[in-house]
Every structure is written in structure tokens, then in C-alpha cells.
Nanobody
């Protein structure tokens, strides 16, 4: 079992930055990769970014590539999502997720069903 707790959401103006944190506890050694997803009202949950546990390899959706950075602190069992140049369309609830079964080498990283554990979500609102 892996418990995930997100923090760092809030209200920011367009063009600003926020950093989200995801603290993991429990059987974190079994985690193959960690991901961030987001869900806006009336929309499906969508992939944002992911990072592999083994080598730190990363993946990003096209909508955030070049603006968002995903990183990890293995000693603290924490994954971060640094969000820069935020846009109103980035407004959503952001969820942290962990997969214990998938190496996350390519497209499987983008799939909601790949992930076994989810956090409770943190709201990010970007005003225009």
C-alpha cells in the first residue's frame, strides 16, 4: 500500500508559478513511477507528467512541455511538479499517482489505468 498526499495548490495569476508536492509513504520501494494528472470541471482526468523511479526518466504532455518540470527527492519520498508560465487553461484539480507494476517507458505512462494509487488532489486556479 502506498499513501500519497499532495500539497501546494492555490490561486495564481496567469504567467505565475506554483510548485506542487506529493509526499509518499508506505511501500514506496515498490513504486516504479510517479505521475501527475489533472481534471478540470466536466472533463476527463488527463496526464500531465511522470517520472520513473529507477533512472529519473520523465514524460510530459504536449500542453505542459517546456513549462512544467517534474522532479523527485528520493530521501524524502517526495515528487514535485514545478509549474511555470501558468495559463487559465491549467486550472484543475491536480492528482499525484503511483504505479507499482509499470516501468513507464513510453505511452503507458499517460494512461490513468496504469496507476495503482492516487492522492486526494489539490486545486490549482489560474486567473486571467
Amino acid at each position: 500500500q502506498v499513501l500519497l498526499v499532495e500539497s501546494g495548490g492555490g490561486l495564481v495569476q496567469a504567467g505565475g508559478s506554483l510548485r506542487l508536492s506529493c509526499a509518499a509513504s508506505g511501500h514506496t520501494a515498490s513504486t516504479q513511477a510517479m505521475g501527475w494528472f489533472r481534471q478540470a470541471p466536466g472533463k476527463l482526468r488527463e496526464f500531465v507528467a511522470a517520472i520513473r523511479s529507477s533512472d529519473g526518466g520523465t514524460h510530459f504532455s504536449d500542453s505542459v512541455k517546456g513549462r512544467f518540470i517534474i522532479s523527485r527527492d528520493n530521501a524524502e519520498n517526495t515528487v514535485y511538479l514545478q509549474m511555470n508560465r501558468l495559463k487559465p487553461e491549467d486550472t484543475a484539480v491536480y492528482y499525484c499517482a503511483a504505479t507499482t507494476s509499470t516501468y513507464c517507458s513510453s505511452s503507458e505512462c499517460y494512461d490513468v489505468s496504469t496507476y495503482d494509487y492516487w492522492g486526494q488532489g489539490t486545486q490549482v486556479t489560474v486567473s486571467s
